[in-house]
């Protein structure tokens, strides 16, 4: 199967940086969009930020001009780079995947999670 894991999430205090990133293992062929979710305490899985295999990103308008994604199709790993953080930005981090896979029975298509990272901001 597929697995992703995250890496690189802390603690940090407001203004500082973090650099997260997810690798994808397993019999994958290729990987359509990749993504950066988050949840905080009591809220909703929001996403933050996706990127095609093309290279096209998407943002959360909450989040523009201060985190940039990017992935190296080559490692089937996804980053996100978080400047500037705020407070707010405090939440679970997950990567997300749309991944074309193969096996002995065939080849076949997933949307898979990884299993989240902290990231706190401080005041």
């Known amino acids: 199967q597929v697995q992703l894991v995250e890496s690189g999430g802390g603690l940090v205090q407001a203004g500082g940086s973090l650099r997260l990133s997810c690798a994808a293992s397993?019999?994958?062929?290729?990987?359509?969009?990749m993504g950066w979710y988050r949840q905080a305490p009591g809220k909703q899985r929001e996403l933050v930020a996706a990127?095609?295999?093309?290279?096209?990103?998407n943002y959360a308008d909450s989040v523009k001009g201060r985190f940039t994604i990017s992935r190296d199709n080559a490692k089937n790993t996804v980053y996100l780079q978080m400047n500037s953080l705020k407070p707010e930005d405090t939440a679970v981090y997950y990567c997300?995947?749309?991944?074309?896979?193969?096996?002995?029975?065939?080849?076949?298509?997933?949307?898979?999670w990884g299993q989240g990272t902290q990231v706190t901001v401080s005041s």
């Open positions: 397993g019999s994958i062929f290729s990987i359509n969009v």
């Open positions: 990127i095609t295999s093309g290279h096209s990103t």
């Open positions: 997300n995947a749309d991944v074309n896979y193969c096996s002995a029975y065939g080849c076949s298509n997933g949307d898979y």
